[in-house]
């Protein structure tokens, strides 16, 4: 596993605030066509995309939704609001239903679980284990899709001066995944749906 580090800023690079953030959005500095993400108070480009990527958030999707029960809604590449973040995860499963997320994004007590798919990525992406066990999110999974593989983290440690997860598994594509949503088991994840 590797070490999570702090981002190391360029010496020019400004730290924004997550309502700084949202007034770049509101005034149009930042809009649709940017695609970018704040994480730890930088504005940082989000990776590019490809097939292979692009595919399995939609493998991720189609094998997640149908498990999701009642009071859940599953977002797609969509922003959830932290205390210095709003990344936006692949797939975050959130409480409530489509309707409930139309004047601002889940925050940390509103998510279930967060989803990132990985291939170059992955370095980030194990980064972000470190914002999201700041902010309390309770599971995040990682799709490897170069080792193909799925990271989960549990257990996460809040806000402290090294956060982490307490829980770190891997598992293999013959495996299955516990899918857990607010502490509770509701079901099995085959590691090979979720891979290409």
Same mark, same amino acid.
């Given at each position: 596993?590797?070490?999570?580090?702090?981002?190391?800023?360029?010496?020019?690079?400004?730290?924004?605030?997550?309502?700084?953030?949202? +007034?770049?959005?509101?005034?149009?500095?930042?809009?649709?066509?940017?695609?970018?993400?704040?994480?730890?108070?930088?504005?940082?480009?989000?990776?590019?995309?490809?097939?292979?990527?692009?595919?399995?958030?939609?493998?991720?999707?189609?094998?997640?939704?149908?498990?999701?029960?009642?009071?859940?809604?599953? +977002?797609?590449?969509?922003?959830?609001?932290?205390?210095?973040?709003?990344?936006?995860?692949?797939?975050?499963?959130?409480?409530?239903?489509?309707? /409930?997320?139309? /004047?601002?994004?889940?925050? =940390?007590?509103?998510?279930?679980?967060?989803?990132?798919?990985?291939?170059?990525?992955?370095?980030?992406? +194990?980064?972000?284990?470190?914002?999201?066990?700041?902010?309390?999110?309770?599971?995040?999974?990682?799709?490897?899709?170069?080792?193909?593989?799925?990271?989960?983290?549990?257990?996460?440690?809040?806000?402290?001066? /090294?956060?982490?997860?307490? +829980?770190?598994? /891997?598992?293999?594509?013959?495996?299955?995944? =516990?899918?857990?949503?607010?502490?509770?088991?509701?079901?099995?994840?085959?590691?090979?749906?979720?891979? =290409?």
């Amino acid at each position: 596993m590797s070490i999570l580090r702090p981002p190391i800023p360029p010496p020019s690079a400004h730290q924004f605030t997550v309502d700084e953030h949202h +007034r770049m959005i509101q005034t149009g500095i930042l809009d649709e066509t940017d695609r970018v993400e704040l994480l730890e108070g930088y504005v940082v480009d989000k990776m590019p995309h490809n097939p292979s990527h692009d595919g399995s958030i939609q493998l991720a999707q189609e094998t997640l939704a149908p498990r999701i029960p009642a009071g859940w809604c599953m +977002r797609i590449q969509s922003a959830v609001t932290l205390s210095d973040s709003e990344p936006e995860p692949e797939i975050t499963v959130a409480r409530g239903t489509s309707r /409930t997320y139309l /004047t601002s994004h889940p925050r =940390p007590a509103d998510v279930g679980m967060l989803v990132e798919i990985a291939d170059s990525s992955l370095s980030r992406d +194990r980064d972000k284990a470190r914002i999201y066990a700041r902010a309390g999110v309770a599971i995040y999974w990682i799709v490897k899709l170069l080792d193909r593989q799925v990271e989960k983290y549990a257990l996460p440690s809040g806000p402290t001066a /090294t956060p982490s997860y307490g +829980r770190q598994s /891997t598992y293999c594509i013959e495996d299955k995944i =516990p899918l857990v949503l607010d502490g509770i088991t509701i079901g099995d994840v085959a590691a090979k749906d979720l891979l =290409p």
